[in-house]
């Protein structure tokens, strides 16, 4: 159901900006601030919340019910069918709030189409709304951390029995399916992301999305997994040996593994997070190997697998505690080798906590 405490916060956020309503589309705010988890779909619908506190909804026939069950009997829902399009009922929506001719701010969930429609249509000046629930949802409640660490738990649990499986001559697509299954049998709702599983060469590609790569006798296999438990995710990464790695892989794979705990060792509340980056950054620098490292140290997660704070050069946002984000170094050289280690942390009083379990040093099947 829809957290009204978190509509106000919204609604004064919107007086100070001098913003009439703030336009609301499918995806992590919604889910954020609801539940509600419609999926992408080319029929308009949203939430509208004013600054002076009043909200209402538009949505076609066919998410009524979903509309209903998050938001309640105490907003209005103006419904649309999909013979007479979402124009007619928005017009109305907008007569009825006075909101024509007034500053819009949209989220990423309000497609580009339909807010030029809008903009033409209504009058209204649209800006730039992405960032607006960034605060509210950058400090994680008690609740929200138990509900990471489960779906940690279940991901840990899954990869644990994952590992009994993997063997030369499976596919990476195999993998990644038994691992998805895996997910599932152990209580998540689903896999929080596209599972990445990458052997040797296309491994140096950070976000592979390839299945058709065949584990040799002697091999690595990196693997970066998370699932969602009640619309919280988890996100890890393990860099496997099948057969013994070689001096050089050994090598490499220590010095990511440094660094990762650099990265973890270097957060606590009052550090910026681009001193975190630093400190893991460093360590593949000096182990020569700086150009092979060539994305941000981690992103935020909650129910988006990205969201701040990002662990990167350049934000000097301060860590608070409450704050749960990645600490993923790898080193990635390209058509020969990547090798990452990832786990998700939340900021405590005095540093950080590790909420996935697993074992970080060389795991060889």
């Given at each position: 159901?829809l957290?009204?405490?978190?509509?106000?916060?919204?609604?004064?956020?919107?007086?100070?900006?001098?913003?009439?309503?703030?336009?609301?589309?499918?995806?992590?705010?919604?889910?954020?601030?609801?539940?509600?988890?419609?999926?992408?779909?080319?029929?308009?619908?949203?939430?509208?919340?004013?600054?002076d506190?009043?909200?209402?909804?538009?949505?076609?026939?066919?998410?009524?019910?979903?509309?209903?069950?998050a938001?309640?009997?105490?907003?209005?829902?103006?419904?649309?069918?999909?013979?007479?399009?979402?124009?007619?009922?928005?017009?109305?929506?907008?007569?009825d709030?006075?909101?024509?001719?007034?500053?819009?701010?949209?989220?990423?969930?309000?497609?580009?189409?339909?807010?030029?429609?809008?903009?033409?249509?209504?009058?209204?000046?649209?800006?730039?709304?992405?960032?607006?629930?960034?605060?509210?949802?950058?400090?994680?409640?008690?609740?929200?951390?138990?509900?990471?660490?489960?779906?940690?738990?279940?991901?840990?649990?899954?990869?644990?029995?994952?590992?009994?499986?993997i063997?030369?001559?499976?596919t990476?697509?195999?993998?990644?399916?038994?691992?998805?299954?895996?997910?599932?049998?152990?209580?998540?709702?689903?896999?929080?992301?596209?599972?990445?599983?990458?052997?040797?060469?296309?491994?140096?590609?950070?976000?592979y999305?390839?299945?058709?790569?065949?584990?040799?006798?002697?091999?690595?296999?990196?693997?970066?997994?998370?699932?969602?438990?009640?619309?919280?995710c988890?996100?890890?990464?393990?860099?496997?040996?099948?057969?013994?790695p070689?001096?050089?892989?050994?090598?490499?794979?220590?010095?990511?593994?440094?660094?990762?705990?650099?990265?973890?060792?270097?957060?606590?509340?009052?550090?910026?997070?681009?001193?975190?980056?630093?400190?893991?950054?460093?360590?593949?620098?000096?182990?020569?190997?700086?150009?092979?490292?060539?994305?941000?140290?981690?992103?935020?997660?909650?129910?988006?697998?990205?969201?701040?704070?990002?662990?990167?050069?350049?934000?000097?946002?301060?860590?608070?505690?409450?704050m749960?984000?990645?600490?993923?170094p790898?080193?990635?050289?390209?058509?020969?080798?990547?090798?990452?280690i990832?786990?998700?942390?939340?900021?405590?009083?005095?540093?950080?906590?590790?909420?996935?379990?697993?074992?970080?040093?060389?795991?060889?099947?």
């Amino acid at each position: 159901m829809l957290d009204k405490r978190k509509i106000r916060e919204i609604s004064e956020d919107l007086q100070k900006r001098g913003i009439d309503a703030f336009l609301l589309g499918p995806g992590d705010d919604l889910e954020y601030l609801c539940g509600l988890k419609t999926g992408e779909c080319e029929r308009f619908k949203g939430l509208f919340i004013l600054a002076d506190g009043s909200y209402f909804c538009i949505t076609p026939h066919l998410y009524l019910e979903e509309f209903e069950a998050a938001f309640g009997s105490e907003a209005p829902i103006y419904v649309w069918n999909d013979k007479d399009w979402f124009y007619p009922v928005l017009a109305k929506a907008m007569n009825d709030f006075n909101l024509n001719d007034k500053k819009l701010a949209v989220n990423f969930g309000v497609r580009a189409v339909d807010a030029i429609e809008i903009s033409d249509r209504q009058g209204v000046k649209l800006l730039n709304g992405w960032h607006f629930l960034e605060r509210m949802r950058i400090i994680k409640s008690p609740s929200e951390i138990e509900k990471l660490e489960r779906a940690t738990q279940i991901s840990d649990a899954a990869f644990r029995e994952l590992l009994g499986f993997i063997r030369p001559g499976l596919t990476e697509g195999e993998i990644k399916k038994k691992l998805i299954e895996l997910f599932e049998e152990h209580g998540a709702d689903g896999p929080a992301f596209d599972v990445i599983v990458a052997r040797k060469e296309n491994a140096s590609k950070p976000h592979y999305n390839g299945t058709k790569g065949v584990i040799e006798e002697r091999d690595l296999v990196l693997i970066d997994f998370g699932c969602r438990y009640e619309s919280y995710c988890s996100d890890t990464t393990r860099t496997i040996f099948v057969g013994d790695p070689s001096d050089e892989e050994k090598n490499l794979y220590e010095v990511v593994l440094n660094a990762q705990e650099a990265g973890e060792a270097a957060v606590r509340p009052g550090v910026l997070a681009e001193e975190v980056d630093r400190a893991a950054r460093s360590v593949i620098e000096d182990a020569g190997y700086g150009e092979y490292f060539n994305t941000r140290l981690g992103h935020g997660i909650g129910v988006a697998i990205h969201e701040a704070p990002y662990i990167m050069e350049g934000n000097k946002t301060p860590l608070e505690p409450g704050m749960t984000f990645s600490i993923e170094p790898g080193i990635y050289i390209p058509g020969k080798i990547g090798i990452r280690i990832e786990n998700i942390v939340v900021v405590t009083d005095d540093g950080c906590r590790s909420l996935c379990k697993l074992p970080k040093d060389i795991i060889v099947i």
